[in-house]
């Protein structure tokens, strides 16, 4: 999560001048550098190598997730991306324990997203039952994203509870994650036709993409933008033939 609230590459920077250093320190330790720099490369988009570090995580006896479980999703095993987060929340070690509520709420989101409705429901379930527990504003970011994706297409609710998750990011300072949610509102937007609100949310996006230096923030806020193009040239189209009639 600190990775998220800092420019990328500069982040990147950190991250490999401090992994020769851990290799003194106890497995665990360069385990969660490894970890950590997946992280970092999942969010500039260089997945080969997130995938890389991830698994060299796993090789010095660390877990990956939740990092590991959101590529595995985002690259199309929705199975094996839950199988890895109730793995990891299976475990007993003082790591799983204080990350159990970040697990948890990945692992909600992930099934809320992939269509998995009632298994998204248990793991929001037992968070509910300690929401104390977990007041932190990116848990509670999660949550909203959750609690979206569970809506139905075109219910308003879905977009307001995406506002709600960007605020949290926001507020938080984590930029990467609240430009990530920026784009998942002005695909919403673009669907229910405010070509207007999308191309706020596009462009505000865009522009942390450039700050943060993540090129895959920037190359799916171009694909959006694309849509964007598109739907105003439709717009347009309409227009003109209604005029000619």
Not at 71 to 76: D, K, P, Q, V, Y
Not at 175 to 190: E, G, N
Request: charge should be negative; proline fraction near 2%; aromatic fraction near 6%.
């Amino acid at each position: 999560m600190i990775a998220a609230q800092q420019v990328l590459p500069e982040a990147l920077t950190c991250i490999n001048e401090a992994l020769p250093k851990l290799s003194a320190e106890e497995s665990w330790s360069l385990g969660e550098g490894f970890r950590v720099r997946g992280d970092i490369f999942a969010m500039i988009g260089d997945l080969t190598s997130a995938r890389a570090d991830y698994d060299q995580a796993y090789a010095l006896g660390w877990d990956a997730e939740p990092g590991n479980a959101v590529l595995l999703f985002e690259t199309g095993d929705l199975d094996g991306a839950l199988a890895a987060l109730d793995r990891a929340l299976q475990g007993t070690s003082w790591f799983h324990r204080q990350r159990r509520g970040n697990l948890l709420v990945n692992a909600a989101c992930i099934a809320a997203r992939g269509g998995r409705s009632d298994q998204a429901s248990i793991y929001l379930k037992e968070i509910d039952a300690q929401l104390e527990r977990w007041r932190q504003p990116a848990t509670q970011a999660l949550i909203a994203e959750t609690k979206a994706a569970l809506c139905r297409p075109g219910d308003p609710n879905g977009n307001r509870l995406l506002l709600l998750a960007r605020q949290l990011w926001t507020s938080a300072g984590v930029d990467y994650h609240a430009a990530r949610v920026r784009l998942q509102i002005a695909s919403a937007l673009l669907r229910s036709g405010d070509v207007s609100g999308a191309k706020v949310e596009i462009t505000a996006a865009e522009r942390s993409a450039r700050h943060l230096g993540s090129r895959r923030l920037e190359e799916e806020a171009a694909t959006l933008r694309n849509g964007f193009s598109r739907e105003c040239q439709s717009i347009v189209d309409g227009s003109g033939q209604e005029l000619n009639l």
